[in-house]
Structure formats: C-alpha cells, structure tokens
Nanobody, 120 residues
Framework: QVQLVESGGGKVQPGGSLTLSCEAR????????MIWYRQTPGGRREKVAG??????EYTDSMKRRFSVSNDYSRNTTYLQMTDLRPEDTAVYYC???????????????WGQGTQVTVSA
C-alpha cells in the first residue's frame, strides 16, 4: 500500500508565497516521477511542474514563480510558489509514478489534494 500525503495549502494574499509538500508513505522501490497538477472549479486538471525522467519541467506561465524540488531520502516533493495570483486559486494534487517493492510493478498514485486560495 502506498499513500501520498499532501500539506501546505491555505489562503494567501496576492503576491504571497506558499510551499506545498507531498510525501509518499509505503513500500516504494523506485520513484520514476513526481509531478504537481492543479484543478480550478469547473476546470480541467493541468500540469504545474514536476521532476521525472526528462528532468525538471514547468508549465510556461508558472516557470518564473514556482519551483519544484525533491527529497528522495524522504520520498517527498515540494512545490514552492511565489508571487501568487488569484488565478492560481485551485486544488493542487501531487502525482507519483513509482515502482512497488512487493510486486515490482510501476503505477500512478495521487495525493488527496490541497486547496490554495489567493485572495485579498
């Protein structure tokens, strides 16, 4: 069993900063990728940033304001967000693609989502 636990969301004023974290708990043999997504009310889930086999990737509109990092010793990924704008308001999800110890198979796992609200 693998569970992703997210934390760090909340309400912040425009121009403010937040750091989200996502920890994978369970029997993971190898992490292939850790990706952050977000979903606005009524919107589609969109990719924000992540680290995978192709290296670190960011969606263009967030590249200068968001930074992603990983702590592989803790199976944890972080999303640092600065200069937040009202349009960044969304539920943020982490996604891990990982290989499991017991089965040797690789699959996707999703966090429960954490709300980020940017409002004056």
């Amino acid at each position: 069993q693998v569970q992703l636990v997210e934390s760090g969301g909340g309400k912040v004023q425009p121009g403010g900063s937040l750091t989200l974290s996502c920890e994978a708990r369970g029997d993971i043999l190898e992490l292939h990728s850790m990706i952050w997504y977000r979903q606005t009310p009524g919107g589609r889930r969109e990719k924000v940033a992540g680290i995978g086999s192709a290296g670190t990737e960011y969606t263009d509109s967030m590249k200068r304001r968001f930074s992603v990092s990983n702590d592989y010793s803790r199976n944890t990924t972080y999303l640092q967000m600065t200069d937040l704008r009202p349009e960044d308001t969304a539920v943020y999800y982490c996604n891990f693609y990982a290989r499991l110890i017991h089965t040797g198979a690789s699959r996707d796992f999703w966090g429960q989502g954490t709300q980020v609200t940017v409002s004056a």
